[in-house]
């Protein structure tokens, strides 16, 4: 097999309908083209993680019976060999490079401060010089807004998007010290781009919701030269929504496995998938039915 994509659920909720949807998409896909399915689980994140949760993932894909060729087994083999935990050393390397290359600042700003919704720094923390060793700020990318990022369709054909008029601005690559462990993790979009090198990923399958991560994500690896990264190709499919026309969200449910999912509502797997667009998103990305 020529190619990797991945199933990458966080285990912070209970996995809901579209979870279910991007599974089977992934699935569908990797059979078609031939590619490998990683499971990968971002557990980087501990503040809503839930070893139920990661129970959850377990069980829908082997209720869904979705197989995967590379990744944890189970929970035990997860939190051995697989969680993210176990790759801080990868993701420090990098945030170490990108301080190298100037590419980072110190931001001193809180969340709460924010001003606009353009760069999480609310003030002129760019030019104030503060210390990167300082464990209480956070790092943040410095993005030039006339920047132009190429991404690759499905079909592998280039897209170009101005970051000015995605109003993409500055972002976090390394979070401030955990009160809790004293420790400084990479931001999500990091480890991200570490995880799908290290991982060999040629196909990213996510939510629209995700599209301006991923175009952050593409601005990591070009600063660092990432070049397999800046290769791989992206489907962003739409939302599935509730009937108030909200995004669906997990739910913090009670106990775990897969009593408490909350796709045990429906019979089978294959009454899941019936009521899934999976057709209709295959149609729109040319697939035959
Ligand atoms: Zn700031």
Redesign the pocket.
């Known amino acids: 097999m020529t190619g990797c994509t991945r199933f990458a659920p966080t285990p912070s909720g209970y996995l809901h309908e579209g979870n279910a949807a991007n599974f089977m998409l992934i699935a569908r896909l990797a059979r078609i083209e031939g590619l490998r399915i990683r499971l990968r689980i971002d557990d980087l994140d501990r503040s809503r993680f839930r070893e139920a949760y990661l129970q959850d993932i377990f069980a829908v894909l082997n209720w869904m019976g979705l197989g995967w060729d590379e990744g944890p087994r189970d929970i035990d083999d997860f939190l051995r060999n697989y969680s993210q935990h176990h790759r801080l050393e990868s993701y420090e390397n990098l945030l170490s490079e990108l301080r190298a290359r100037g590419a980072v600042y110190a931001?001193?700003?809180t969340r709460s401060a924010r001003g606009s919704a353009l760069s999480?720094?609310?003030?002129d923390?760019a030019v104030r010089g503060y210390s990167l060793d300082d464990p209480d700020r956070v790092w943040?990318c410095r993005v030039n807004p006339g920047f132009e990022t190429v991404m690759n369709d499905f079909e592998g054909d280039p897209l170009t998007i101005r970051f000015s008029e995605r109003g993409i601005g500055d972002f976090v690559v390394r979070r401030r010290r955990e009160s809790t462990s004293n420790r400084r993790l990479p931001s999500y979009q990091l480890a991200c781009v570490v995880d799908d090198v290290l991982d060999g990923t040629t196909l990213i399958v996510r939510g629209a919701d995700l599209f301006d991560s991923s175009l952050r994500q593409l601005y990591l690896a070009h600063c660092l030269d990432l070049r397999s990264f800046t290769a791989v190709r992206f489907i962003h499919h739409e939302l599935l929504l509730d009937p108030r026309q909200q995004k669906l969200s997990k739910s913090a449910g009670n106990s775990g496995g897969f009593e408490s999912s909350l796709l045990k509502k429906w019979a089978t797997a294959g009454a899941l998938e019936a009521a899934l667009p999976i057709h209709e998103w295959g149609r729109n990305l040319g697939l035959s039915p």
Do not use: D, E, G
């Open positions: 931001c001193r700003c999480f720094c609310s003030s923390c943040l």
